[in-house]
Every structure is written in C-alpha cells, then in structure tokens.
C-alpha cells in the first residue's frame, strides 16, 4: 500500500512532538515495510502512537481492536481534538449506529475505526470491512489473545480469522505485560508470517520499587505520603476500603479522594479529572483505575495489597515516574497477605453449579428466548442482578467471568456514553420538517448551530444545552428527538452510564451450558503459579528491579541500586560495586564444589571476612546462593 508521508512528518504535524519516544520508529518502520510485528512497550511507553502514525502515512483506515470502551472513548476523542477523523463501535450501540458508523468508514469518512473484540466477527463488521481500504490491523492489549497470559479473552481468538479478508495488511500486537511465552502464544494465535518482535526493556532507572513488611501499613501509608512530596495513587483491594483510606487521609489534612468502578460515570470523570489536573494529590482506587491515563508526574505508588499477578504489579506501579525523575513504587506486605492472595484466587474459580445457576439468571434478567440473543447487548448492573436473584456478588462475579473466558458472554465496564446525534435527512425533507414542527424547529436549529458536521456524523450532544439555547425543558429537548427519530429525521441515541452485557453465543438452556474442563484447569493452574510469583516477589530479598526483569525475560540486568534490597546493602558499606566483586570472587571460591562458610572465608583475607559474611548474608536472602543439609554452599 502506497505510503504517502513520512512519520516524523506526522508527528510533528499532528502531535507537536520533536521526536519519537525509544523503539516507537522502529515499530512504525516495521509496519510500514509491511511486516507483521508484535511491540512490547511498558506502559508509559507510548503503544498508540505505534499505529496512529502509520495509520496516517498511508491512504486507507487503520482498525484497531481493543477490549477497552472507556480507552476507545478516549482516544477518539484525542484524535478528533487533533483534526484526526475516528470513529468507536462498541458494546451498546444501537445497529442503526454501528450501520452508520461501518458506512461512513467504507466511504472513507475515518483515518482510525476502533472496534471491540466481540464486533469484530458479526456479520455487519465482515459484510463491511471487505469495502473498506484497510491499511492496518492493530491489536491493542495482546496479551489478551493467550491462554498463557493473565487476561485472556476467547473474542481474541477470532482476529485471525479476518485475516484472509484482509490479505497483505500487517498486523500490529501491542501490550505493555508480557514475558517471552506470551509474546509466542500471540505470534501464533495471530497468524502472524513471520516472527518479529520489536521490544523495549522494562527497566525504570528512575523508580525505586520497596517491599516494606508492615503490620501496621495505614500508619506506614500515612509516613510514606508525608515524606514523599508530589501527586500519588494508592491502591487497595476493595471498594469499601478505597473510601475508608481516602476519608483516613483526608482526616490527617492530606489532599484525596477515592475511585472504584461502582461510582457513577460523572462522578468517576470528575475525581479522575480532578487528579490529572493536581486540584487532588492522593487518588486512592482499585484497580478499575488508571488504564489510558497518562500523568508523567505521578510520584509515589503504594499497594496496600499484593496484586495477583507481576504483570498486574508492574503495570500499576510503573505508572509512578513516566516522566523519568526520581519515583517510587512501595508494596505493603505482611505474611497473611499470601494467604489471602491465595484465597481470593481460589474464589476466581466458582463450581460449574454456581456458573449454571448465574447463566440462568442472565436469561431471566435479559428476557431472553432459548435460541436468541447473539450479539445483543443489555444494560447490567450487577449489584441489582445479584439483589434480584439472590446471588452474592464476589460469587456471582467470578462466574460471570468464567462465562466470559469460555465465549458466552461478554460484560463492557460502566462508561458514561453521552448522547449522540446524526441527522440524516435531506435539506429539503428537514426543511419540510421544521415548518410542520415548531417546536421542533427551534431545537434543530440549535443543533445544526451548535454541532457543525451533525449531517456527516454522529456527534456528541448535551440535551442540557440545547435546551438552555432553545428556552425549552431539557425533557422537551428529548422528546423532541425522539420523536424526529421516529419520523427518521436524524438518529438519535440517549444517553447511557450503565455497564453493557453482550451474548456472545445464543442463549442454550441450562442443561446445554458446557466449559471445557481442560482449559478451565489449565488457567486455574497458570492463575495459581502466576500468584505464587508474586508472592515469591515479595517475600525474596533480592533486587526488586532484576526480580521484575528476569520475570519478563531480561535475565542478565544489573542490581538496580535503588530498591529497598540494594539500598539495605549500600547502608550497611557494602556498595553495589564492592558487592558484585564479592560476589564473582565466591562464585570461584565454590566453582568446584560446595564449601561450608569457614572453607569459603579461607579464600578471603582475614580483614575481608566481615565483608564477606555480609555478601553471603545477601544472597542467601536474594536466594541467588543456597545451604544444603550439611550447612554447605552452593550457587543456584
């Protein structure tokens, strides 16, 4: 496909930027030499810009498959704001919008379509994306394409499926958490030709990542945020303790506020915003917080609990310090807080009982006939679902869940959708319209004033505004649109702030449920070893940064210096250097054999010995070094 600008051109024409961001061109170069390419990218780093830019070196669309409606909101949005023609098709659109949407994006109407993952396969997207000029296929979130990684999402298996509909258009996997078998399960889950791998290091020079083994850990929260200046996120498990910490905070005249995906939309966009802008110093949320945020001046990032993944861990504390000064990442651990983390995933994995008993529910909660239902999506709100249904709501969750990685449903996060507008009528037609409707006539007129590009596309209203303008009822305002709907003078879709549930399969009668069982133990396993890891993170004192690394396969890293394990040794006059060169001369002391501790100080000068007590102390704590039976060391 012909490439008809350069992309430092674009960036600097679209996004103000000077330069790219390390490995952003490499990627962008790879895609454009049509080269299937997947980019790991740690967070922060940039993904976007990875397929925006060549998107726009080229004639044609870019469809990019996220499994985020908040981020494709958000996105777009910023693309729009930058004179950049993008459109989102998503969970809770009305087919009469998705048909308008697939329309104008075969006329060319849009340089980037942005579609979820569920979309993807429906007979209106194939029908439609065989008319359009497809200049690239962009993967976002990728790790959610494997069964090896921790979000896998069955939708994800269809992608390559559309890839002989869209023969010589490269495909572009991005992720920001993936260690090296993921990174293999996506190459070939997406059919790629060719491997390529485009990556750049986790390493974070400027983030300081402590484990701190606490019991009293609000005391220690409190002491942290007093002696670390700067904009902060707390993180916690629940949505009740996320208030509790933001009302403590507050009562010791610290600047927060709480965030949890149970709030309403507005209110989630206010605090989120309120935070972004520094009028709040202390966000503390659950871990519905902080994907698509970008706020490089983040200084401190402290976790009251274990996540249950590194990828998990990594991805929410490197959100301290994008913009490379000096940040840091603090967990708060006690002994028990493995057992919970052990407990909690144990509770991921409901019996096939309970999955039953809530699929159907969901058949009675959406009215829906044995047979029916694919591709139909419903507002859910679980809290009501489970009151209603008498079902408890951590339970109820995790078979939803279940539901969803078996590829029968499918639920979108809340996500306030403002209402939208497309007029389609003819002048002449709207004209006609408006003598006939008076009171209709003052509000189109507000609207084609206040809205240009409404007779091109669907664009976002306030009714509260118009109604404002038109001296009328925001009520009035709706009915008035409701009513040009119905006469099909404009599509009109209302506002929407509820969470959407999406039948993937038709509905089958509870006898005719099925999982397979070998791949529901297969993720209970790799949900099992993944959360051991973590708390093998926590619970070896070996450098945090190199414990990170070597999980997503950087083996060789350097011992960072800056963590609560490296700065423990410098403390104590062992130095980073001093400590290495120790630690290579007792690697030969015991090349040949296991010594105990008197037969390894042999090989040291007496005045030496301290030193040398200290660095075997190290890495017996770092687990680098181990003592058998016989009190003997050895190296792993």
Same mark, same amino acid.
Request: charged residues 25%; contains cysteine.
């Given at each position: 496909?012909k490439q008809t600008a350069e992309p430092l051109d674009i960036l600097r024409q679209y996004w103000g930027y000077p330069a790219f961001r390390p490995r952003q061109e490499d990627i962008i170069r790879s895609v454009?030499?049509?080269?299937?390419?997947?980019?790991?990218?740690?967070?922060?780093?940039?993904?976007?810009?990875?397929?925006?830019?060549?998107?726009?070196?080229?004639?044609?669309?870019?469809?990019?498959?996220?499994?985020?409606?908040?981020?494709?909101?958000?996105?777009?949005?910023?693309?729009?704001?930058?004179?950049?023609?993008?459109?989102?098709?998503?969970?809770?659109?009305?087919?009469?919008?998705?048909?308008?949407?697939?329309? @104008?994006?075969?006329?060319?109407?849009?340089?980037?379509?942005?579609?979820?993952?569920?979309?993807?396969?429906?007979?209106?997207?194939?029908?439609?994306?065989?008319?359009?000029?497809?200049?690239?296929?962009?993967?976002?979130?990728?790790?959610?394409?494997?069964?090896?990684?921790?979000?896998?999402?069955?939708?994800?298996?269809?992608?390559?499926?559309?890839?002989?509909?869209?023969?010589?258009?490269?495909?572009?996997?991005?992720?920001?958490?993936?260690?090296?078998?993921?990174?293999?399960?996506?190459?070939?889950?997406?059919?790629?030709?060719?491997?390529?791998?485009?990556?750049?290091?986790?390493?974070?020079?400027?983030?300081?990542?402590?484990?701190?083994?606490?019991?009293?850990?609000?005391?220690?929260?409190?002491?942290?945020?007093?002696?670390?200046?700067?904009?902060?996120?707390?993180?916690?498990?629940?949505?009740?303790?996320?208030?509790?910490? =933001?009302?403590?905070?507050?009562?010791?005249?610290?600047?927060?506020?709480?965030?949890?995906?149970?709030?309403?939309?507005?209110?989630? @966009? =206010?605090?989120?915003?309120?935070?972004?802008?520094?009028?709040?110093?202390?966000?503390?949320?659950?871990?519905?917080?902080?994907?698509?945020?970008?706020?490089?001046?983040?200084?401190?990032?402290?976790?009251?609990?274990?996540?249950?993944?590194?990828?998990?861990?990594?991805?929410?504390?490197?959100?301290?310090?994008?913009?490379?000064?000096?940040?840091?990442?603090?967990?708060?651990?006690?002994?028990?807080?493995?057992?919970?983390?052990?407990?909690?995933?144990?509770?991921?994995?409901?019996?096939?009982?309970?999955?039953?008993?809530?699929?159907?529910?969901?058949?009675?909660?959406?009215?829906?006939?044995?047979?029916?239902?694919?591709?139909?999506?419903?507002?859910?709100?679980?809290?009501?679902?489970?009151?209603?249904?008498?079902?408890?709501?951590?339970?109820?969750?995790?078979?939803?869940?279940?539901?969803?990685?078996?590829?029968?449903?499918?639920?979108?996060?809340?996500?306030?959708?403002?209402?939208?507008?497309?007029?389609?009528?003819?002048?002449?037609?709207?004209?006609?319209?408006?003598?006939?409707?008076?009171?209709?006539?003052?509000?189109?007129?507000?609207?084609?004033?206040?809205?240009?590009?409404?007779?091109?596309?669907?664009?976002?209203?306030?009714?509260?505004?118009?109604? @404002?303008?038109?001296?009328?009822?925001?009520?009035?305002?709706?009915?008035?649109?409701?009513?040009?709907?119905?006469?099909?003078?404009?599509?009109?879709?209302?506002?929407?702030?509820?969470?959407?549930?999406?039948?993937?399969?038709?509905?089958?009668?509870?006898?005719?449920?099925?999982?397979?069982?070998?791949?529901?133990?297969?993720?209970?396993?790799?949900?099992?070893?993944?959360?051991?890891?973590?708390?093998?993170?926590?619970?070896?004192?070996?450098?945090?940064?190199?414990?990170?690394?070597?999980?997503?396969?950087?083996?060789?890293?350097?011992?960072?210096?800056?963590?609560?394990?490296?700065?423990?040794?410098?403390?104590?006059?062992?130095?980073?250097?001093?400590?290495?060169?120790?630690?290579?001369?007792?690697?030969?002391?015991?090349?040949?054999?296991?010594? =105990?501790?008197?037969?390894?100080?042999?090989?040291?000068?007496?005045?030496?010995?301290?030193?040398?007590?200290?660095?075997?102390?190290?890495?017996?704590?770092?687990?680098?070094?181990?003592?058998?039976?016989?009190?003997?060391?050895?190296?792993?």
């Amino acid at each position: 496909m012909k490439q008809t600008a350069e992309p430092l051109d674009i960036l600097r024409q679209y996004w103000g930027y000077p330069a790219f961001r390390p490995r952003q061109e490499d990627i962008i170069r790879s895609v454009l030499d049509d080269r299937d390419t997947v980019a790991l990218l740690p967070t922060g780093g940039g993904k976007s810009i990875c397929y925006q830019v060549p998107a726009l070196c080229r004639d044609g669309i870019c469809l990019v498959i996220s499994p985020l409606i908040a981020l494709m909101k958000d996105q777009v949005y910023n693309l729009q704001k930058r004179g950049i023609p993008a459109a989102a098709i998503f969970s809770g659109m009305s087919r009469r919008q998705i048909d308008i949407i697939f329309e @104008n994006a075969c006329n060319g109407a849009y340089k980037l379509l942005y579609l979820s993952p569920e979309r993807l396969k429906t007979d209106l997207a194939l029908a439609r994306i065989r008319r359009m000029q497809v200049n690239l296929l962009a993967v976002d979130e990728a790790h959610c394409v494997s069964q090896w990684g921790y979000d896998f999402r069955p939708p994800y298996l269809q992608i390559a499926d559309m890839r002989p509909e869209l023969p010589g258009v490269p495909v572009l996997a991005l992720t920001a958490t993936a260690t090296t078998e993921v990174l293999e399960d996506i190459q070939e889950k997406l059919a790629f030709r060719q491997k390529n791998t485009l990556t750049q290091s986790f390493a974070r020079p400027n983030l300081s990542y402590s484990v701190l083994y606490e019991n009293r850990k609000k005391e220690k929260l409190l002491d942290i945020l007093r002696n670390v200046p700067g904009t902060g996120i707390v993180y916690v498990r629940s949505r009740g303790e996320a208030k509790e910490i =933001a009302a403590l905070l507050t009562s010791q005249k610290l600047s927060a506020d709480f965030y949890h995906a149970g709030l309403g939309p507005e209110e989630r @966009n =206010a605090r989120q915003e309120a935070w972004i802008s520094g009028k709040t110093r202390i966000i503390v949320c659950t871990n519905a917080f902080g994907m698509g945020i970008d706020k490089p001046d983040v200084r401190v990032v402290v976790h009251l609990h274990l996540p249950d993944s590194l990828e998990a861990y990594f991805q929410e504390a490197g959100r301290a310090g994008r913009d490379g000064q000096k940040s840091y990442a603090t967990l708060l651990y006690t002994p028990g807080d493995a057992e919970s983390l052990r407990f909690h995933q144990q509770s991921a994995y409901p019996s096939f009982d309970l999955v039953r008993t809530v699929y159907q529910a969901l058949g009675s909660y959406s009215q829906l006939a044995i047979g029916a239902g694919v591709g139909e999506s419903f507002d859910f709100d679980l809290p009501f679902f489970c009151s209603t249904y008498k079902l408890e709501t951590a339970p109820a969750h995790a078979a939803l869940r279940l539901l969803e990685q078996e590829g029968w449903i499918a639920v979108s996060e809340a996500s306030a959708t403002p209402a939208r507008v497309y007029v389609t009528a003819s002048r002449e037609i709207l004209y006609d319209y408006q003598i006939r409707n008076r009171q209709a006539d003052t509000v189109l007129k507000v609207l084609l004033r206040a809205y240009p590009g409404i007779h091109t596309g669907f664009v976002d209203i306030s009714e509260g505004n118009i109604a @404002n303008y038109a001296k009328l009822s925001a009520d009035t305002v709706r009915k008035v649109l409701e009513n040009a709907h119905k006469e099909e003078i404009l599509v009109y879709e209302p506002r929407s702030e509820k969470p959407q549930l999406t039948f993937i399969r038709e509905r089958v009668s509870v006898e005719n449920l099925s999982i397979d069982q070998a791949k529901f133990n297969f993720r209970k396993q790799r949900s099992e070893e993944r959360v051991e890891m973590a708390i093998r993170y926590a619970e070896t004192r070996r450098c945090r940064s190199r414990q990170l690394l070597a999980y997503f396969g950087e083996k060789e890293s350097e011992p960072c210096g800056i963590c609560d394990v490296c700065t423990g040794r410098n403390k104590s006059e062992v130095g980073t250097e001093m400590f290495e060169s120790f630690e290579r001369k007792i690697r030969e002391v015991l090349r040949d054999e296991p010594l =105990a501790f008197e037969e390894i100080l042999q090989g040291f000068a007496l005045k030496r010995h301290e030193t040398v007590a200290q660095v075997i102390g190290y890495l017996l704590d770092e687990g680098r070094i181990l003592q058998d039976a016989n009190g003997k060391f050895h190296f792993r």
